[in-house]
């Protein structure tokens, strides 16, 4: 008997845990979902925040923007344990996450779905895809991407072990953010504050300016910004 899609895909994506590339997982799931553009990022505080695998610097940036305001679909899918769709995203009308609406409407964005990535009670991070028109799943689509994110959610626990284990740090991808690692780590020396503040402190910066964290964060890292506890409080200086 032919080998289906899911099939396919599903032994694709297992062969990372023999050492394939895991940057392939958004573009194995394509071939089961057909969208215009995907991505696989872990979130949450057992792993962090990390775009793993992406199909396009669009895809990429829709988790950035997630990443960054600590809202969007990927958050809900993962907090509700449930994926969360989206057809017709242009016109919801909802307002659960109205920073990232703003933001993501500024690119033609027709549909958008999440689903979770979590093994029994850990969580993972998410999967989310999009169409540049409105678009809605069937109910075989979302059950295959339902086991699918299982399978990935395991493929990505295992391969953190690996590394742990080893003594080893995950690789550095395309879409890395170690970088806001480094910079809030930097932010903790400087004002002497708990790692959740300090990452505050860069999230509220960077939506002040109107830039990413990753570029607030390289600026830290490089020195062209420092912050100081100064008389009116927390003062950043170029």
Same mark, same amino acid.
């Given at each position: 008997m032919a080998e289906s899609t899911f099939e396919a895909a599903a032994a694709a994506i297992t062969d990372i845990d023999h050492g394939a590339d895991p940057a392939r997982i958004a573009e194995i799931l394509l071939s089961v979902v057909p969208m215009? &553009?995907?991505a696989v990022?872990?979130? &949450?505080?057992?792993? &962090?925040?990390?775009?793993?695998?992406?199909?396009?610097?669009?895809?990429?940036?829709?988790?950035?923007? =997630?990443?960054?305001?600590?809202?969007?679909?990927?958050? #809900?899918?993962?907090?509700?344990?449930?994926? $969360?769709?989206?057809?017709?995203?242009?016109?919801?009308?909802g307002n659960e996450w109205p920073l990232f609406t703003e933001q993501v409407r500024r690119h033609r964005i027709g549909a958008l779905f999440a689903f979770p990535l979590t093994?029994?009670?850990? =969580?993972? &991070?998410?999967? #989310?895809?999009y169409t540049v028109d409105a678009s809605a799943l069937t109910s075989e689509q979302i059950a295959?991407?339902?086991?699918?994110?299982?399978?990935?959610?395991?493929?990505?626990?295992?391969?953190a072990i690996r590394l742990s284990e080893r003594d080893l740090t995950l690789p550095e991808t395309e879409y890395s953010r170690r970088v806001i690692h480094q910079?809030?780590?930097?932010?903790?020396? =400087?004002?002497?504050?708990?790692?959740?503040?300090?990452?505050l402190i860069l999230r509220g910066r960077a939506f002040a300016s109107g830039?990413?964290?990753?570029?607030?964060?390289?600026?830290? $890292?490089?020195?062209?910004?420092s912050f100081s506890a100064g008389p009116n409080g927390i003062e950043d200086t170029p």
């Open positions: 215009d &553009g995907g990022s872990t979130l &949450g505080n057992l792993l &962090g925040a990390e775009t793993i695998s992406a199909t396009s610097l669009l895809a990429a940036r829709i988790d950035e923007v =997630q990443f960054d305001l600590g809202e969007g679909p990927c958050w #809900d899918a993962l907090a509700s344990r449930r994926p $969360v769709l989206e057809p017709d995203f242009a016109h919801r009308i093994v029994g009670p850990m =969580q993972i &991070g998410a999967i #989310d895809f295959e991407t339902s086991l699918l994110a299982a399978v990935i959610s395991r493929v990505i626990l295992r391969r910079a809030t780590g930097i932010i903790v020396a =400087q004002l002497r504050l708990p790692p959740d503040d300090a990452l830039r990413s964290m990753m570029d607030i964060a390289t600026d830290i $890292v490089e020195r062209r910004v």
